[in-house]
């Protein structure tokens, strides 16, 4: 079933969002419209005096490639939801590239310009731009469903909470150590940095156990840089076996694995930077803001038997009773920011090939997503895709992975462009 519709009436103020079915039925009667492609929104024609709205609480499982977002009623009902991925990594690829034209410029045999980073000082929380992405994004998308939706509370994964401690007070030694949260941490991070496969065979969708590189019987340690992820007969196979010995001809998978067991959970660091810039962010919303840790999330995932999924983790973020998925076609929006300042196109070769326009065209801009209803020729048909206007009155759209030329008085703006992409 396909998320429930916003909707508002006539003065844009939020109502409880509808069922698909009743959706369809306020379009066909006419008493509604659509005011918004993404997220899909309709609009009354009319205004609601004193609606009797249900509150709704909006969930966020922020990551470093992906942010999970859901809408949950008091009920445990996750009547919507989303993941959205983020574009950190070509924001720093774009940045190194500019570095290294500057570096370039600087190197050639030019008017000297003296460098001018030393005086810079950066204030306090100062978060890289591939960094600060991730924070901006998720703002931008809880003020668009703030706008159509009644949210009275916000939770997001964040801190590790000692619930037993909170709930129990005097508990202690093994009691507290063996709580019902024992190991998920651990787990989760195990699971995100392998892969969620088994290092030795890359077995995946099985049951997977902490399996110590380096033996605890010949000395190895409990670190984090010593465990890794196995299938049961993987496991059983090498006991306490050295992984030399273990993996004895197969020098190309042991090298893998012992790199990849040094290496730092580079998306768990990008996480952990932008934690509390996004929970500062949230606070400014005004509305309650509470948290839970990733193990917490995972115990609740696994307790009510859910798939993995960004969104399903989101719904099963902080303290949850019940949960029911009324919904599981989600949307899911790719962060693709507006393009560069480029003005003139160029070929391969570096020659200028065509200039981009700054003003729109006939009333549309480049990544505009329009229908196009041509009623003649080669190209006879409906099509819906983004477009590229010409200033000689037709535009470029990407149809079955060609490029169409199509007269733009044939085109009717969807959804303009917004600096995502909704796949």
């Not at 369809?24 to 009319?46: C, E, H, N, Q, S």
């Not at 977002?69 to 993941?83: K, P």
């Not at 774009?94 to 460098?115: H, P, S």
Request: charged fraction near 25%; include cysteine; hydrophobic fraction near 35%.
């Amino acid at each position: 079933m396909s998320n429930y519709v916003f909707l508002i009436d006539s003065n844009q103020t939020p109502l409880n969002p509808v069922h698909p079915k009743q959706a369809r039925k306020l379009l066909d009667a006419g008493t509604a419209a659509v005011f918004r492609r993404y997220p899909f929104t309709l609009i009354l024609k009319r205004v609601i005096d004193n609606p009797n709205v249900y509150p709704l609480t909006l969930k966020i499982d922020p990551g470093s490639k992906f942010t999970g977002i859901a809408l949950v009623t008091n009920q445990g009902n996750v009547i919507w939801g989303m993941e959205l991925q983020h574009r950190g990594q070509q924001i720093k690829n774009a940045l190194l590239a500019r570095k290294a034209v500057r570096r370039g410029r600087r190197n050639r045999n030019t008017r000297y310009r003296q460098a001018r980073f030393l005086n810079r000082k950066r204030p306090n929380g100062w978060l890289a731009p591939s960094l600060k992405h991730r924070v901006l994004t998720t703002q931008t998308w809880v003020k668009r469903i703030q706008k159509f939706a009644s949210i009275s509370s916000i939770v997001q994964e964040l801190v590790k909470f000692d619930t037993q401690a909170v709930q129990n007070p005097e508990i202690s030694g093994i009691e507290y150590r063996a709580g019902t949260l024992k190991g998920y941490e651990c787990r989760e991070y195990l699971l995100e940095k392998w892969n969620r496969q088994c290092a030795y065979c890359g077995v995946k969708d099985v049951p997977l156990e902490i399996e110590h590189i380096e033996p605890k019987s010949k000395g190895g340690s409990d670190r984090i840089s010593n465990l890794c992820l196995a299938c049961h007969k993987c496991n059983q196979c090498k006991g306490n076996k050295d992984i030399k010995d273990f993996l004895k001809g197969k020098s190309e998978l042991l090298n893998r694995v012992l790199k990849q067991a040094k290496t730092p959970l580079k998306d768990a660091a990008s996480v952990n930077s932008t934690r509390w810039a996004l929970f500062n962010t949230l606070k400014s919303f005004g509305l309650p803001v509470s948290t839970g840790t990733g193990g917490q999330t995972k115990f609740n995932r696994m307790r009510f038997d859910l798939p993995k999924s960004h969104w399903i983790d989101a719904a099963c973020v902080g303290s949850v009773e019940t949960i029911k998925l009324v919904t599981t076609k989600i949307i899911k929006v790719k962060a693709t920011g507006f393009g560069g300042r480029q003005r003139c196109q160029t070929n391969k070769f570096g020659y200028p090939q065509k200039h981009r326009p700054l003003r729109p065209i006939l009333g549309f801009c480049t990544g505009d997503i329009v229908r196009a209803d041509v009623p003649k020729g080669k190209y006879k048909g409906t099509f819906t895709a983004r477009v590229c206007p010409m200033s000689h009155g037709y535009g470029e759209l990407v149809i079955d992975k060609k490029r169409r030329s199509i007269k733009l008085d044939y085109l009717t703006s969807i959804h303009q462009k917004d600096g995502y992409d909704y796949p």
